[in-house]
Nanobody, 127 residues
Framework: QVQLAESGGGLVQAGGSLRLSCVASGRTFSSYSIGWFRQAPGKEREFAAAISWSGGTTHYADSVKGRFTISRDNAKNTVYLQMNSLKPEDTAVYYC????????????????????WGQGTQVTVSS
């Protein structure tokens, strides 16, 4: 089984950058698709970015496209989320999630497809 742990959150001013890391335990990490989701207070969880098991395919929510970059290093069992040009509306708890499912191109944003979740890391962007 895969267990996930996020890090890298914090407080940053609008326009700044943060890089989140998601470190996984387990020898089968490279088989999993990985998604980043976020949840702001009083709002539902929403999809931010996802990367296929090989790293060859990535997807982004329209709200973060062009500002966030997801990548993975399977040798280090780590997925990264580079967040640039941060906005106050990016403030949320960010979760990484892992899933084994087919048709990644169709289901990458569907959180029910991901069955392993980290504990989350807080990102706060001040205006």
């Amino acid at each position: 089984q895969v267990q996930l742990a996020e890090s890298g959150g914090g407080l940053v001013q609008a326009g700044g950058s943060l890089r989140l890391s998601c470190v996984a335990s387990g020898r089968t990490f490279s088989s999993y698709s990985i998604g980043w989701f976020r949840q702001a207070p009083g709002k539902e969880r929403e999809f931010a970015a996802a990367i296929s098991w090989s790293g060859g395919t990535t997807h982004y929510a329209d709200s973060v496209k062009g500002r966030f970059t997801i990548s993975r290093d399977n040798a280090k069992n780590t997925v990264y989320l580079q967040m640039n040009s941060l906005k106050p509306e990016d403030t949320a708890v960010y979760y990484c999630a892992a899933g084994l499912f087919e048709l990644f191109r169709l289901y990458y944003s569907d959180y029910v497809r991901y069955d392993r979740w980290g504990q989350g890391t807080q990102v706060t962007v001040s205006s």
